[in-house]
């Protein structure tokens, strides 16, 4: 099981946690639930007694490349996209044509 697969496997354990919690507490009087916050924090201490610990958010690393200007990569990669569909051109056969500028 890769990284990911864990990490949505767990993501979906706790969600599936919290609506049965959520879902019993709803099924009290209004009177018998308790505070939203108490709730929450109920909750939460649970998830850490099964091993949930915060961390610091990190930058996946393939966005961590800076962006740069890549006008000139696309006008090269548009001339030859054009300079393709021209070579399998043939206009009496209803082929393409450059609707390009010259």
């Known amino acids: 099981m890769t990284a990911a697969?864990?990490?949505?496997?767990?993501?979906?354990?706790?969600?599936?946690?919290?609506?049965h919690r959520v879902y019993e507490r709803d099924?009290?009087?209004e009177d018998d639930r308790t505070d939203p916050y108490a709730f929450a924090?109920?909750?939460l201490n649970a998830q850490v007694g099964h091993g949930w610990r915060p961390t610091n958010a990190q930058k996946n690393a393939w966005t961590s490349a800076p962006l740069r200007?890549?006008?000139?990569t696309n006008n090269r990669g548009m001339e030859l996209a054009r300079q393709s569909l021209n070579r399998k051109s043939d206009t009496?056969?209803?082929?393409?044509?450059?609707a390009g500028p010259d």
């Open 69 to 72: 200007d890549n006008t000139e």
């Open 41 to 43: 924090l109920d909750y």
């Open 27 to 29: 099924q009290l009087a």
């Open 92 to 98: 009496d056969k209803g082929g393409y044509h450059d």
């Open 5 to 19: 697969e864990a990490l949505r496997r767990a993501i979906s354990e706790a969600a599936r946690a919290l609506a």
